[in-house]
């Protein structure tokens, strides 16, 4: 009897060791911005992000305004503005104006307007110049209004974000979905980006503090980022339930000395 009562002790300890084992995930897979080991630490980054060209399917507000009050008054009737001005968010969505197959918005007054293919700073110089034929001291808003982004996967709240600024970075997008979760790959991050009539697909490694520098480093409306779990994850829990799992054994070695005895 006693030397079954051992036997049970070693299989119960073989069982504990490796749900422990397996439930771990070492530090080196979860940190971010990791150094190359036995470099100096860097903390100075020079990355510029590349300017979006529009492209068909993109939602553009544009609100054109001058110092001529009966010409400022239909202009602002165009772009949804307030009687003193004012533009309300869920007012640009309303008045935005798509840019169809063949690169163009059909503006109010001024007809087609070539955007596709263009910087937002282009379209603001070519409003301008149809502008100051007609009115004197134009003024010209443009915003791009269906900056959206897709993160899946291994984060904590996975779902599409709309961003309300030009500019937002990988991180502040993973931080959007509440960031990445324990049993995440973040040496492989997967990033979708549209480019005309294709989708390019790029692996990223979060680890590295060579993202900072990378062209992708700074997100584009219609971006998928899709965060792939570990292979451990099958065996692992998101917390361990080390109290279930002791209550359980000391249940077990209970009744194996009650036999025992």
Do not use: H
Request: hydrophobic share 40%.
């Amino acid at each position: 009897m006693n030397t079954i009562f051992t036997w049970f002790k070693s299989i119960i300890f073989m069982i504990l060791s490796g749900l422990i084992l397996f439930s771990c995930v070492p530090q080196r897979k979860i940190k971010y911005l990791q150094e190359p080991e036995g470099a100096a630490p860097k903390t100075v980054f020079d990355n510029q992000p590349l300017k979006y060209r529009l492209q068909p399917g993109d939602y553009l507000y544009i609100r054109l305004f001058t110092m001529d009050q009966d010409a400022n008054k239909i202009f602002s009737d165009m772009s949804g503005g307030s009687a003193n001005g004012a533009v309300y968010e869920q007012t640009i969505y309303l008045y935005s104006y798509p840019i169809n197959d063949s690169g163009y918005i059909n503006l109010p007054l001024l007809g087609k307007i070539k955007a596709g293919g263009l910087y937002i700073t282009d379209v603001e110089k070519e409003l301008l110049d149809l502008m100051s034929k007609d009115v004197n001291a134009p003024g010209v808003i443009v915003k791009l209004v269906n900056f959206k982004l897709t993160v899946l996967g291994e984060v904590k709240n996975p779902g599409d974000y709309t961003v309300n600024q030009d500019r937002v970075t990988i991180f502040q997008a993973i931080s959007m979905a509440g960031d990445l979760t324990t049993y995440s790959n973040r040496n492989t991050v997967r990033l979708l980006r549209r480019d005309g009539g294709k989708t390019n697909i790029v692996t990223l490694d979060l680890t590295k503090k060579d993202i900072l520098t990378s062209d992708y480093y700074y997100m584009r409306p219609g971006d998928v980022l899709y965060v792939e779990p570990l292979k451990s994850k099958q065996y692992a829990f998101e917390a361990f339930p080390y109290a279930l799992i002791l209550s359980s054994l000391s249940t077990i070695m209970a009744l194996l000395t009650f036999f025992k005895i």
